[in-house]
């Protein structure tokens, strides 16, 4: 099962930042949960739901993406929720395929399966909601555990989004660079193109708002060409691109 697991995630990502279409993944997650609750398997079960979360939060990503950048993989999205996304209809059954798994993964006292979900369940409430107050402890959790239990990825996202907090929060800048830099250091480590311009992206931006602008823009024009190198879609070569035409606007 977990070979089959790990290649619906492949689908998954492939589906996220280069190809849009989802009917791979969502298959083969949907057809594990049914072969989980046939054999009575709890933790595939909760696996399973999961990443039908995140199969949903990708795509409401991309539903809204038009309005401007995907919080979740391109752009710092702090307390001031300046670059909050527009919650898509029918959010909360991502914030309940979350919920499901989460309970689940308590009851089997699996850190890395709990340190998983609290961060999916901590992205719906930054990401559509803009609330802090009730993400922020989902994701100190989910660090907690992670840094302990979970892998190079799942790591590297908790810090992003701790260091997205950071970017709007009483100016703690040094803060946000902090875990944007083992955000991307964990990424450059996992060696996937496909995350890695996200990272760089966001470190670029955390290093002109700590003061290190030249710095700064060097790694959100490298972060373009590795976008460009991975063949992402062209949306997301549009945020980089935004956000690179904003920063050398701004003096």
Do not use: C
């Not at 791979?24 to 979360?53: N, V």
């Not at 038009?66 to 209809?89: H, K, T």
């Amino acid at each position: 099962m977990g070979t089959t697991l790990q290649a619906g995630n492949e689908a998954l990502y492939e589906a996220a930042f280069r190809t849009g279409d989802y009917a791979e993944a969502k298959s083969t997650f949907q057809r594990l949960l049914e072969q989980a609750r046939e054999s009575g398997d709890r933790a595939l079960e909760a696996a399973a739901l999961d990443r039908l979360g995140m199969l949903a939060h990708f795509r409401a990503l991309d539903s809204v993406g038009s309005s401007g950048p995907a919080p979740s993989e391109s752009a710092p999205s702090g307390p001031s929720g300046s670059s909050a996304s527009p919650a898509p209809a029918g959010f909360g059954a991502e914030q309940e395929l979350f919920e499901r798994a989460l309970a689940i993964r308590r009851e089997l006292e699996d850190s890395a399966g709990v340190a998983e979900s609290l961060f999916g369940l901590g992205l719906v409430h930054q990401v559509f909601r803009n609330d802090w107050q009730t993400a922020m402890p989902l994701y100190r959790e989910a660090l907690d555990l992670a840094e302990h239990h979970g892998d190079l990825l799942l790591r590297s996202e908790v810090h992003r989004h701790i260091g997205f907090y950071y970017t709007a929060s009483d100016l703690q800048s040094d803060q946000a660079l902090h875990h944007l830099r083992i955000s991307h250091d964990l990424r450059t480590e996992l060696a996937d193109p496909r995350w890695i311009p996200g990272g760089t992206v966001a470190l670029g931006l955390a290093e002109i708002a700590d003061g290190l602008r030249d710095q700064g823009l060097a790694h959100i024009r490298e972060a373009l060409q590795q976008a460009r190198d991975a063949n992402l879609t062209p949306q997301r070569i549009a945020w980089i691109e935004d956000f690179l035409r904003d920063a050398e606007a701004t003096r």
